[in-house]
Nanobody, 120 residues
């Protein structure tokens, strides 16, 4: 299983970024793909997850972030709008079989992090 995250950067509060996670083709078809984030000194936090039946967002990003998938490109996206300084973190994509889980311990496959920094 291979996951490759990209798209992080520095943005001002209120701005937007789109993260991408490219997955191997069979992973993309059969697995849940999710985004987590971890800020310095804080625990890892579920952001959003998606499988072929639907998606789920955390309450902290609901209405601002949207997860989507492009089957042709084997890629999952996280569109982040209305960014706030508290969204600053390293963002990771992860994969697992089964249902969308909010605990990172349920995911066996991880990509490298991509840093998102939101300035006030």
């Amino acid at each position: 299983v291979q996951l490759q995250a990209s798209g992080g950067g520095l943005v001002q509060a209120g701005g937007s970024l789109r993260l991408s996670c490219a997955a191997s083709r069979w992973t993309f078809r059969d697995y849940v793909l999710a985004w987590f984030r971890q800020a310095p000194g804080k625990e890892r936090e579920f952001v959003a997850g998606i499988r072929w039946t639907g998606s789920r967002d955390s309450d902290t990003v609901k209405g601002r972030f949207t997860i989507s998938r492009d089957y042709a490109k084997n890629t999952v996206y996280l569109q982040m709008n209305g960014l706030k300084p508290e969204d600053t973190a390293a963002y990771y994509c992860a994969a697992r079989r089964g249902s969308i889980a909010t605990s990172g311990e349920e995911y066996g496959y991880w990509g490298q992090g991509t840093q998102v920094t939101v300035s006030s």
